[in-house]
């Protein structure tokens, strides 16, 4: 089993920055794919980033030029930094993380960050 702990929400002003952060922790896993998703209220949860084990990333192409994903595999663990943070960007941010374990590939799920911009 892996577990996913994420922290760094909360409520910002719009054009204000956040950084959320993601450790996963359990035995005997290593990372393939760590990033980011959220969900709105009455949306479909979508992908915000998303970063492999050597760097490559992927974002949404709403949050492309302000939105940072970076991962430090020594510590298995993925950030995102948030800048110039819109109402619309108002969700439950929710870490996942693909893993190789056991001869198999595992997909897991953190519990979910609120981050709310408002003024």
């Known amino acids: 089993q892996v577990q996913l702990v994420e922290s760094g929400g909360g409520l910002v002003q719009p054009g204000g920055s956040l950084r959320l952060s993601c450790a996963a922790s359990?035995?005997?896993?290593?990372?393939?794919?760590m990033g980011w998703f959220r969900q709105a209220p009455e949306k479909q949860r979508e992908l915000v980033a998303t970063?492999?084990?050597?760097?490559?990333?992927n974002y949404a192409d709403s949050v492309k030029g302000r939105f940072t994903v970076t991962i430090d595999i020594a510590e298995n663990t993925v950030y995102l930094r948030s800048n110039t943070l819109k109402p619309e960007d108002t969700a439950v941010y929710y870490c996942?993380?693909?893993?190789?374990?056991?001869?198999?590939?595992?997909?897991?799920w953190g519990q979910g960050t609120q981050v709310t911009v408002s003024s």
């Open positions: 359990g035995s005997a896993f290593s990372i393939n794919t």
């Open positions: 970063i492999t084990s050597d760097g490559s990333t």
């Open positions: 996942n993380a693909e893993v190789a374990r056991l001869g198999a590939t595992w997909r897991y």
